[in-house]
C-alpha cells in the first residue's frame, strides 16, 4: 500500500507539473523562457539537483538550451556546447534509441557532459528524446549524485514533458512560417509599388514633360496676344499641372530617393517637401532591408498628412533611431489629437505591415496634446 500511495504522489506531481508547461506552451511563452522553466520543473519532479533541456547539434554534440541547478555551483550556462559519448552517456542513447533511458558514470565516462557532471558530484543522469519531425532534436536530462536518488524507470516521467516541448517547437516553427510569409507578401506588394513607379516615371510622365516643353515650344512661336497664344498657354498649364500631379503621385507609390539613397535621405526630402514644418531630431547613419525602409518611410508619410489634414497642427518632430538592433520611428505634432486607428485606414495599414516584419506600432493621441505615432522594428545588426 505503501509503494501504491508514493506512486499515486508522483502521478499527482507529474500531471501538475505538465499542466503548468502546458499553459507556457498554450500561451506561446517564449523558447529560451521555456527551456528555463522546463529544467526547474524536470529537477523538482524527479527530486534531484539538476535539470537540462540540451539540444543536438550533430552525432556526438549538443548545445545547452535550458539548465536549473538547486544546490551547489551553477556550472555551465545557456548556449554552452558540449561533446558527449554516443555509447556511453544517457544523452547519446536518448538520441540514437529515440527511448527514455539512464547511465551511470564511472572514472573511465569520456566526453564534455560526463566530466562536467562529474566535477559537479553528479554521477547519474536520466535522458529523453525531444522528437521534431520524427527525429531526436534534443533531450531532456537530469541528474543526481547517486543511484537511489533516480529510481528505475523515473525517466519514463519525462516522456509526457518531451511531447510538450515538441509541441512548443511546432508551434515556434508555425509562427515563424506565418511570419515569413507575410513578410514575404509585404515584400511582393513593395516590389509591384517600385515597378509601378518606375512604368509612371519613365512611361507617361515622361510624355506628359515632353508634350509640355512642346507647348511651351509653340507658345514662343504664336503671336504674342492672340488667341492661339492664349490657348496654348492653358494647355501649358494644365501639362504643367497634370506632371506634378503625375510626380506626385509616383512618389506616393514608392519615391526614387528611398530605393537610390535610403531612408535618411527619404525621411529629409519628405520633411523639406511637407506642408508644415517637421523638425528632423535623428536619421540613421547606414541602410537597412528595403522592407524595413519602406515601412518606415510610409509611416512617415501617413503622420505628416494626418497631422496635416486632420489634427491642425503647426509643426512635427521626427526621430529615426538606429538602436543597433532595432530601428525606433517617431513622429509627434502639436495638434489637437484624439487620433484613432480606423479599419482601413492608413494606419491601420502601417500596424498590418508592422507586425508583418515582426515590429510594433503604438498611437498616442489623447485630446488637445497632440499625436505621437512610434514605430519599432527589428533590424540587422
Known amino acids: ?50 535539470g537540462a533541456v540540451m539540444r543536438y547539434i550533430g552525432g556526438e554534440r549538443a548545445v545547452i538550451v535550458g539548465v536549473h541547478r538547486t544546490t551547489g555551483v551553477r556550472g ?14 544517457a544523452l547519446g542513447r536518448a538520441q540514437s534509441t529515440l527511448l527514455p533511458t539512464r547511465h551511470t558514470y564511472g572514472a573511465d565516462a569520456k566526453g564534455d557532459v560526463a566530466n562536467v557532471l562529474k566535477s559537479v558530484g553528479l554521477r547519474v543522469s536520466v535522458a529523453a528524446p525531444i522528437l521534431r519531425h520524427g527525429e531526436a532534436w534534443g533531450a531532456l536530462l537530469a541528474s543526481a549524485p547517486e543511484e537511489d536518488a533516480l529510481p ?6 519525462l516522456v509526457g514533458i518531451c511531447g510538450l516541448l515538441a509541441q ?17 507578401l509585404v515584400e511582393a506588394g513593395d516590389e509591384a509599388r517600385r515597378r509601378l513607379e518606375r512604368a509612371l516615371h519613365e512611361g507617361a510622365h515622361q510624355h506628359v514633360v515632353a508634350l509640355a516643353l512642346k507647348l511651351r515650344v509653340a507658345c514662343g512661336r504664336a503671336t504674342p496676344g492672340s488667341p492661339e497664344e492664349a490657348l496654348l498657354a492653358e494647355v501649358l498649364a494644365d501639362a504643367m499641372e497634370a506632371s506634378a500631379a503625375m510626380g506626385e503621385l509616383a512618389r506616393g507609390l514608392h519615391p526614387a530617393v528611398l530605393s537610390e539613397r535610403g531612408l535618411a535621405a527619404a525621411l529629409q526630402v519628405l520633411a523639406a517637401r511637407a506642408p508644415l ?11 537597412f532591408e528595403a522592407v524595413v525602409e519602406t515601412t518606415a518611410y510610409l509611416l512617415v508619410a501617413e503622420a505628416i498628412a494626418n497631422a496635416t489634414a486632420h489634427a491642425h497642427a503647426t509643426e512635427c518632430t521626427l526621430r529615426a533611431a538606429d538602436g543597433g538592433n532595432h530601428l525606433t520611428i517617431e513622429v509627434r505634432d502639436n495638434g489637437i489629437g484624439g487620433a484613432t486607428i480606423k479599419p482601413g485606414g492608413g494606419l491601420e495599414v502601417i500596424a498590418d505591415r508592422a507586425a508583418a516584419v515582426g515590429g510594433q506600432f503604438s498611437l498616442q493621441s489623447p485630446r488637445g496634446e497632440g499625436t505621437a505615432a512610434r514605430l519599432v522594428i527589428p533590424v540587422a545588426r
Open 1 to 50: 500500500m505503501l509503494v501504491r500511495g508514493v506512486e499515486d504522489i508522483h502521478v499527482v506531481q507529474e500531471q501538475a507539473a505538465l499542466l503548468r508547461i502546458a499553459m507556457l506552451v498554450a500561451k506561446d511563452e517564449p523558447l529560451d523562457s521555456l527551456f528555463g522553466a522546463v529544467s526547474a520543473e524536470v529537477a523538482q519532479l524527479l527530486g534531484v539537483e539538476a
Open 152 to 157: 528505475a524507470g523515473c525517466e519514463r516521467r
Open 277 to 287: 514644418p517637421v523638425h528632423l531630431r535623428e536619421l540613421p547613419g547606414r541602410r
Open 76 to 89: 555551465l550556462p545557456v548556449n554552452a556546447e558540449l561533446d558527449f559519448n554516443r555509447t556511453t552517456s
Open 168 to 184: 512548443a517547437l511546432s508551434n515556434a516553427d508555425a509562427r515563424a512560417e506565418l511570419a515569413e510569409s507575410r513578410t514575404r
